[in-house]
């Protein structure tokens, strides 16, 4: 998920400050529009410029995922903190086993940064910030956070994305060898582009949202603190944090997922775990 | 000893000859595959279903089905259970049309030996390190399924059915 898109000429102008850091932050995945509405089938028809990726498949997710971790620990450095990506990697896999894809084996890793985000490439492959951490205040919380990322891969958003944004047609006159490298290249340029910069379709984030909190409810986390988590990101950027108009923002996530929360009947129930999170997330 | 004779007695080395076929093509096409490190062959298809045996790293399993990522396996003492597909090696096929690309989906980095062909390829394409993406699988490899039963029981979390 694109979690939250930093400003990076907010951060330039100053110190990272706390004010800096809380504005340097705007509602999730506000954006993209969504790249799945794109009608490939009409565009190939067409005589468009793109054509399907049609040899990108499932089969290719794992290398995918690959390349989008490479992409997300190439522009930020990842922590080496062993024992806080271990803990992250814990909580993750245990929320994992109860999504919809528990033969996965997830990969964590912490970013060194004080922005507050997450991402995740397809198979798995899931990074979050030390600056998302930091906002937490306990094991739900994380749950949360990494249930909504591990929705993401369980939806193939990844995959999908790839195949809305097509490939060029000049790919179509190439060897067939060198078509399979050419089109993932491409695939995973634009697939590092959404995840970095653009972020998924709101629609791809609110069925990840739905996901990830069925995910660490059935895992026996309190799915609240994961609401509690976009509550605080929230009032952090104020009332007014709605800067792209016609996409609903954060607001309308966070009415969303307590309206799940509610359905269900789950408030409240299952685990929190305050105590672990303070014992093994110390950043300093 | 009864003599099979007349218009039967094609039929029955039809018969015979079918039989046979198929039982060396059922042996020819036993799967067997390699864990890439040591696991546990587990009693459910989830990370935190009990063990039904400890195996260690390269240890030749029989492929009994597949379902979805998961591998329901036979062990050499005998044992039946699940392992995930993200715990072999990617190019064990006995039947000897094995590569070294991805088999089946299998995340070769997962497999213990490096990263994807592919991604490789990418990665040496756009100059990026891969360094922070082998540190990420490297301690993530390091996490084991036993860790992970320890860390759930802790807190009493983990899906319902495995809580203790």
Not at chain 1, 251 to 279: C, M
Not at chain 2, 64 to 81: A, F, M
Request: net charge neutral; hydrophobic share 40%.
């Amino acid at each position: 998920m694109k979690l939250l898109t930093p400003r990076k000429t907010l951060l330039a102008a100053g110190s990272i400050t706390t004010a800096a850091l809380i504005l340097s932050v705007i509602p999730f995945n506000m954006g993209g529009c969504s790249a799945t509405n794109l009608d490939v089938a009409t565009l190939v028809q067409g005589g468009g410029k793109l054509v399907q990726t049609a040899s990108i498949t499932e089969k290719d997710e794992p290398s995918l995922g690959e390349a989008v971790a490479i992409q997300v620990t190439n522009r930020y450095p990842i922590s080496r903190d062993k024992a806080l990506t271990r803990y992250v990697t814990l909580v993750g896999r245990t929320v994992g086993a109860a999504s919809t894809m528990p033969n996965v084996k997830y990969y964590f890793a912490v970013l060194d940064t004080d922005q507050v985000n997450a991402f995740s490439g397809p198979h798995g492959y899931i990074m979050i910030t030390r600056g998302a951490l930091k906002m937490m205040h306990n094991e739900s919380e994380l749950a949360g956070v990494l249930g909504h990322e591990i929705g993401h891969v369980c939806k193939h958003h990844g995959l999908d994305a790839v195949h809305a944004a097509g490939t060029a047609e000049a790919f179509k006159t190439m060897a067939r060898s060198e078509q399979h490298a050419a089109v993932f290249t491409q695939g995973a340029d634009n697939l590092g582009d959404i995840i970095l910069n653009t972020g998924f379709s709101q629609p791809q984030e609110e069925q990840a949202d739905e996901q990830g909190v069925i995910f660490m409810t059935a895992a026996g986390y309190n799915p609240d603190g994961y609401l509690q988590f976009l509550q605080r990101i929230q009032s952090e950027q104020g009332s007014s944090g709605h800067p792209f108009g016609t996409h609903p923002g954060i607001k309308d996530r966070v009415k969303r997922v307590g309206n799940q929360i509610v359905r269900a009947g789950t408030s409240g129930k299952g685990a929190t775990l305050e105590d672990r999170f303070k014992a093994n997330v110390v950043l300093r | 000893m009864k003599r099979i004779s007349g218009a039967k007695a094609p039929r029955f080395r039809r018969g015979v000859l079918i039989a046979v076929v198929a039982g060396l093509t059922a042996i020819a096409t036993a799967e067997q595959v390699v864990v890439h490190q040591d696991v546990d062959v587990k009693s459910d298809k989830n990370p935190l279903a009990d063990p039904v045996e400890s195996v260690t790293a390269n240890t030749q399993l029989q492929v009994l089905s597949r379902d979805g990522g998961w591998v329901r396996v036979k062990t050499p003492d005998g044992k039946e259970g699940f392992v995930s597909q993200d715990d072999l090696a990617s190019n064990t096929d006995v039947t000897g049309l094995s590569g070294s690309g991805n088999v089946n989906g299998v995340s070769s980095a997962a497999a213990g030996r490096g990263l994807q062909d592919d991604t490789e390829h990418y990665a040496g394409q756009k100059h990026m390190s891969t360094e922070g993406v082998n540190l990420m699988i490297r301690w993530g490899n390091e996490v084991s399924a036993r860790d992970l039963r320890e860390f759930a029981k802790a807190g009493n979390v983990g899906l319902r059915k495995y809580r203790k």
